[in-house]
Nanobody
Framework: QVQLVESGGGLVQPGGSLRLSCVAS????????MAWYRQASGKERELVAS???????EYADFVKGRFTVSRDNGKNTMFLQMNRLNSDDTAIYYC??????????????????WGQGTAVTVSS
């Protein structure tokens, strides 16, 4: 059983900032890659940023220099610091994790899990 709790979304003016968080809990052996996706109304879901367990990060071109992704492995938490927001950033932001279940003795299997999303609205 795995649960993801996303928070931090809301209404912000253009140029403002928000910080999103994603907290994972439940029964798992470990969490691998974590990523933020977003989906605007009427558009396809797109990758925003990702971070591996070791801390390697990747960003979509449209957020590079404005957003920063980070994670705290001890707390099973991922963050997305969003600065200089504009109307194009309005979307539902989703957390996705890759986690493994099992044990050292039995072995492990990997699965992906998605959060329910948190809404970000950038408007004056």
């Amino acid at each position: 059983q795995v649960q993801l709790v996303e928070s931090g979304g809301g209404l912000v003016q253009p140029g403002g900032s928000l910080r999103l968080s994603c907290v994972a809990s439940g029964n798992f052996f470990s969490i691998g890659d974590m990523a933020w996706y977003r989906q605007a109304s009427g558009k396809e879901r797109e990758l925003v940023a990702s971070v591996t367990r070791s801390g390697n990060k990747e960003y979509a071109d449209f957020v590079k220099g404005r957003f920063t992704v980070s994670r705290d492995n001890g707390k099973n938490t991922m963050f997305l610091q969003m600065n200089r927001l504009n109307s194009d950033d309005t979307a539902i932001y989703y957390c996705k994790i890759r986690y493994s279940v099992g044990s050292y003795y039995i072995g492990t299997h990997e699965y992906d899990y998605w959060g329910q999303g948190t809404a970000v609205t950038v408007s004056s």
